[in-house]
């Protein structure tokens, strides 16, 4: 991609400290930056990119293949696999589970040079920084929990919230 044509995107993700860990469903911040250039339909843009934050964030902490002992897929319906889904980061309290605060952001003006429209790609903006950005956050969390670094490396996405609660017992197992 030529430099003059390149995108460029930043998170933010956190988790306040004087909440407690382990809830069926995170609370916190996610903020993306986007530079996109010239748009030509702003509101795909905006579900385009807000989207695959969604389905970033579901990577981080819900999506998971299982099978049983003899190698039967176990989650091969929608009924079973945990898909993302708009309530996780919109709508919903701290309380009741979701983000506090789901934002992204544009930033229009600088046009990409090497087409006529000026648009840049924005197809995997979302996704890409979402998923380490939200596991960064979650990790960063445990540590001001006092959970041990072993056991924080040795954790597995997704981060679920029996996978959490495993880990925060660690702390207290020391």
Known sequence: MRPDCA?????VGWRRRDRPLGPKRPYGHYLSFN???RVVSPPIVKGQIEGGAVQGIGQALCEQVRYDEGGQL???????????RIDLVAGLSAEAGGFEGFDTHFDTSVPCRTN???TKGVGELGTIG?????????LDALAHAGVPAAVRDAL??????ERLWAALQARTER
């Open 7 to 11: 995108r460029s995107t930043g998170r």
């Open 156 to 161: 597995q996405m997704p981060l679920t919230a």
């Open 116 to 118: 006529p429209l000026g």
């Open 130 to 138: 979402a998923t380490p950005t939200v596991v960064n956050a979650v």
């Open 74 to 84: 176990q989650t091969g319906s929608f009924m079973d696999y945990a898909l993302p």
């Open 35 to 37: 530079d996109i250039g």
